[in-house]
């Protein structure tokens, strides 16, 4: 494979029986943990069947998330990824098709974007407010099993299973029937639960949601 590296990652032996909207909802939260992604493509024509493109800002995260889910069973498939063969139209045209002018104005906006909160209104002590976390979540006890809370409308067992699979001494997630936004993980002991929610806490599922994890009462 003589493709050279690029921000576009090409996957495939993908389960087609995923509906097209489920399954870039779960690219997105197994692919973001490697760096900010700008497109996801899966369309089920027949020609693009059981295929993916997912399109990141850096070369260094395409290359990264490459490396690591090579082969990660994916929906019960093993995920087969290389580089696309041409970089991503988003990507070309973030590079200079537009003129100059048309990248700094992007570039601010994107800026912008990533700031999400109070920016230039509260003037004194505004950078201690960015910096701290928005809500303390009290804690219980360390526990082997993790409270997740905040998670949006959309989350699925598969979603929070590819997230959590990734940490040593996995065991399963439950959810709570009728109860969308939260959820448990269970781990085999509570030094490997407390290495998970250290890496996830906060971690955007979606762009408004940002998982809330403490350990579970005993």
Do not use: W
Request: proline share 6%.
């Amino acid at each position: 494979m003589d493709i050279r590296p690029n921000h576009t990652i090409y996957i495939n032996n993908v389960n087609d029986k995923i509906k097209k909207d489920e399954l870039k909802r779960s690219l997105y939260a197994l692919f973001s943990q490697f760096g900010q992604i700008v497109d996801i493509v899966a369309l089920k024509t027949a020609k693009m069947r059981g295929q993916a493109f997912v399109v990141f800002k850096e070369l260094a995260a395409s290359t990264n998330a490459l490396r690591q889910l090579q082969g990660f069973p994916f929906y019960n498939k093993p995920m087969r990824i290389q580089y696309a063969k041409t970089d991503s139209e988003v990507i070309s045209k973030m590079r200079g098709t537009y003129g100059d002018k048309d990248k700094k104005k992007d570039k601010k906006k994107k800026a912008l974007e990533q700031v999400t909160g109070p920016t230039k209104k509260p003037a004194a002590g505004s950078n201690t407010q960015l910096n701290a976390p928005a809500v303390q979540v009290p804690d219980n006890p360390p526990n082997y099993i993790l409270f997740l809370n905040n998670l949006p409308e959309e989350t699925n067992e598969m979603m929070l299973s590819m997230l959590f699979n990734q940490f040593p001494g996995f065991k399963e997630v439950r959810l709570v029937p009728g109860k969308h936004d939260i959820s448990f993980v269970e781990f085999e002991s509570e030094g490997q639960a407390g290495v998970a929610k250290d890496a996830l806490q906060g971690f955007r599922i979606t762009a408004t949601c940002a998982m809330k994890i403490t350990y579970s009462k005993k």
